[in-house]
């Protein structure tokens, strides 16, 4: 038994008139969260980053050669506010690890662009999260791995379809 079944146990015998099973897997989820926060937050930590600076360099390596996007394109990736992108910019340059250009393509425009001390950190920050994340999924063999992978991506695109 987890902590989970305990809470589960409570809930039917103090409400049997509820169906209290959600709490079965989404309350696993919502612990599994914030363990993996916790976790995520430590490996981060250890490359002297924030975990929404980790989420920033990160949008701006997946991109691809020249590691670049528009503050817009990073708030549709970091789902944050414009104002909130605008600040986290700010600060990663003034660190050194983005800076902003002009956008050939609107000359009003700016595209953030990953600097090299940006990519170097994110690139090592993600081995040590993968290293991190791949013993929390030790416990599962490959094919629990997929069929997890797969509910919790329809469970997602259920909530969030976007």
Avoid: C
């Avoid at 700016?110 to 090592?124: F, I, S, T």
């Avoid at 290293?131 to 791995?145: F, I, K, Y």
Wanted: charged content about 30%; glycine content about 8%; aromatic content about 4%.
């Amino acid at each position: 038994m987890d902590e989970v079944d305990r809470i589960v146990a409570a809930w039917r015998r103090e409400r049997p008139d509820l169906d209290v099973a959600p709490l079965e897997v989404l309350s696993r989820v919502s612990r599994l969260s914030r363990l993996l926060d916790r976790a995520r937050s430590a490996a981060f930590a250890r490359h002297g980053l924030e975990t929404w600076e980790f989420d920033v360099l990160s949008a701006l390596r997946r991109s691809g050669d020249p590691y670049q996007l528009s503050p817009g394109q990073l708030v549709g990736v970091t789902m944050v506010t414009s104002g909130t992108m605008t600040n986290r910019i700010d600060r990663l340059a003034g660190r050194g690890l983005v800076r902003r250009l002009p956008d050939p393509a609107d000359g009003r425009g700016v595209m953030v662009r990953l600097e090299e001390g940006g990519r170097k950190v994110a690139d090592a920050a993600l081995a040590d999260l993968l290293e991190v994340e791949s013993s929390v999924l030790a416990a599962l063999d490959p094919g629990e791995h997929d069929r997890l992978s797969g509910l919790l991506r329809d469970l997602l695109t259920a909530f969030d379809p976007s």
